[in-house]
T-cell receptor
Framework: AQSVTQLGSHVSVSEGALVLLRCNYS??????LFWYVQYPNQGLQLLLK??????LVKGINGFEAEFKKSETSFHLTKPSAHMSDAAEYFC?????????????FGQGTELSVKP | DTGVSQDPRHKITKRGQNVTFRCDPI?????LYWYRQTLGQGPEFLTY????????KSRLLSDRFSAERPKGSFSTLEIQRTEQGDSAMYLC????????????FGPGTRLTVT
């Protein structure tokens, strides 16, 4: 069964600093990969996804992620954190054979941004 | 486009009671998903529909849980004989078929079982 591991349940950065949120998956066949953000009392919003092609994916709000097959990783980065980036971030995977079916989520990383 | 809506937003019930939640997807979306999220965890897949057909159900899902999408539009999730362990946020999402299409999530229904 596929699984997703997010290293660090809580990450704190200063405003303007680099944001790095880590995600590793376990699957013999690389799955589709996603990053979602969840603000308090709201549903999840898609930040970016990797399905095929270029391994560096750009998303909304200045975030990007790079798929590294050799490391089974899909880490999320943003060059300069903003206060509005404070939220919960979830990495997720979906089976390639399922035409975009169910998502398997990691346990989440809470990002705090200090002024 | 009004997005995915869920009703109610909050539900408090006593242990042993039955509860039903409703999800209205984005109108043209043929896929509808249910997830459960407990505090400090990522969402956990429960089940999903393509049109009115239930295509997959989590093996972790108790027989007390049932979901329907009778006309391929809105869906209901019923929990019978609720237990304290059922307390969670229940999320609904919808999409078109195909990985290129994003799953859009609703705001969730927070269930508290006392």
């Amino acid at each position: 069964a596929q699984s997703v591991t997010q290293l660090g349940s809580h990450v704190s950065v200063s405003e303007g600093a680099l944001v790095l949120l880590r995600c590793n998956y376990s699957s013999s066949v690389p799955p589709y990969l996603f990053w979602y953000v969840q603000y308090p009392n709201q549903g999840l919003q898609l930040l970016l996804k990797y399905t095929t092609g270029a391994t560096l994916v750009k998303g909304i709000n200045g975030f990007e992620a790079e798929f590294k097959k050799s490391e089974t990783s899909f880490h999320l980065t943003k060059p300069s954190a903003h206060m509005s980036d404070a939220a919960e971030y979830f990495c997720a995977v979906s089976d390639r054979g399922n035409q975009g079916g169910k998502l398997i989520f990691g346990q989440g990383t809470e990002l705090s941004v200090k002024p | 486009d009004t997005g995915v809506s869920q009703d109610p937003r909050h539900k408090i019930t006593k242990r042993g009671q039955n509860v039903t939640f409703r999800c209205d997807p984005i109108s043209e979306h043929n896929r509808l998903y249910w997830y459960r999220q407990t505090l400090g965890q990522g969402p956990e897949f429960l089940t999903y529909f393509q049109n009115e057909a239930q295509l997959e159900k989590s093996r972790l899902l108790s027989d007390r849980f049932s979901a329907e999408r009778p006309k391929g539009s809105f869906s209901t999730l019923e929990i019978q004989r609720t237990e304290q362990g059922d307390s969670a946020m229940y999320l609904c999402a919808s999409s078109l078929t195909g990985v290129m299409y994003e799953q859009y999530f609703g705001p969730g229904t927070r269930l508290t079982v006392t």
